[in-house]
């Protein structure tokens, strides 16, 4: 695996990652819960812009593409990759990620369950960012669904 075939998987995935560790810290640790939002939206705010930057602009076509078999039984795969509109759509969905965690430093919506509120944020981050480089019709509507889970007080 190299950069260029990993590189979209590693930047959309980190959120999930972050909020599995999120999950493991003691409710009690608010500020360590909100930090943790900012470092993780961070860090893949960093990734996303590094492959905007290493992006050719001058390409017609999809790039930093991998495409591996995912579910035979149904002929789905793992297709995933970014052209010149999904990008900036791409980057903007790790930047505003990162200025809602920023917020979250000082303000979490009610019912106040921060360590609930920053995990969901992190799953709604994959799955935004997923919609704009999946290239397989289940694979979408994976990601698609991941936007769509909410907590309920």
């Known amino acids: 695996m190299t950069w260029e075939n990993s590189a979209i998987t590693i930047t959309t995935f980190l959120p999930i ?9 003691p409710k009690e640790r608010d500020r360590l819960v909100r ?19 290493g992006f050719d602009y001058g390409t017609d076509g999809l ?8 579910i035979d039984a149904i ?8 052209d010149g509109i999904s ?3 791409y980057v903007l969905t790790f930047l505003l ?10 303000y979490v919506p009610s019912p106040g369950r921060t360590k609930a509120f920053v995990a969901l944020m992190l799953l709604l981050e994959t799955g935004m960012a997923g919609t704009f480089i999946a290239f397989d019709l289940i ?3 994976v990601f698609w ?7 309920t007080s």
């Open 17 to 25: 990652v972050g909020a599995l560790v999120i999950l493991l810290v």
């Open 35 to 53: 930090g943790l939002g900012i470092v993780v939206t961070a860090i893949a705010l960093v990734l996303a812009a590094a492959l905007a930057i």
């Open 63 to 70: 790039q930093y593409v991998l495409d591996v078999r995912w």
């Open 75 to 82: 002929g789905a795969r793992y297709h995933v990759g970014i």
């Open 87 to 89: 990008m900036p759509l």
């Open 97 to 106: 990620s990162f200025l809602c965690a920023i917020y979250t430093w000082t």
């Open 139 to 141: 694979l979408f509507f």
């Open 145 to 151: 669904e991941l936007v769509l889970v909410r907590c």
